[in-house]
């Protein structure tokens, strides 16, 4: 009986493990995302970039809860969402890098070779 203990505490700690590791892999094209905003914004930026955050993964939650319950465009989206969301996703990585003017900010750094703007 000990033994299936254990074995199960090994199993639940291997699920544990491989959920954390994809969560962290998956974390990676945030930081790509982000780091070029948060690198050039002020704390009171960021401090608003958070709170909009929350805000919007709060409506974003009321959002998916009434599309889930709504059949038409439940049906809408489980056809074409695969479809629309790489467009939605590609133009909303370019709109951010193109505004946050990391491209200059790069090319600025490799033509210097200064890590640090003074």
Request: with cysteine.
């Amino acid at each position: 009986m000990i033994l299936n203990e254990n074995e199960s505490f090994y199993e639940d700690l291997k699920r544990i493990v491989k959920v954390s590791l994809v969560t962290i892999a998956n974390g990676n094209d945030n930081i790509s995302i982000y780091v070029p905003i948060f690198v050039q914004s002020t704390d009171w930026q960021i401090v608003a970039y958070g709170l909009g955050f929350l805000f919007m993964v709060g409506i974003l939650c009321l959002f998916s809860y009434c599309f889930i319950h709504f059949p038409p465009i439940f049906q809408f989206a489980q056809k074409y969402a695969q479809f629309i969301s790489p467009f939605v996703f590609i133009v909303l990585g370019i709109y951010i890098l193109i505004s946050s003017q990391c491209f200059p900010w790069l090319f600025k750094l490799i033509q210097t070779g200064k890590w640090i703007e003074s």
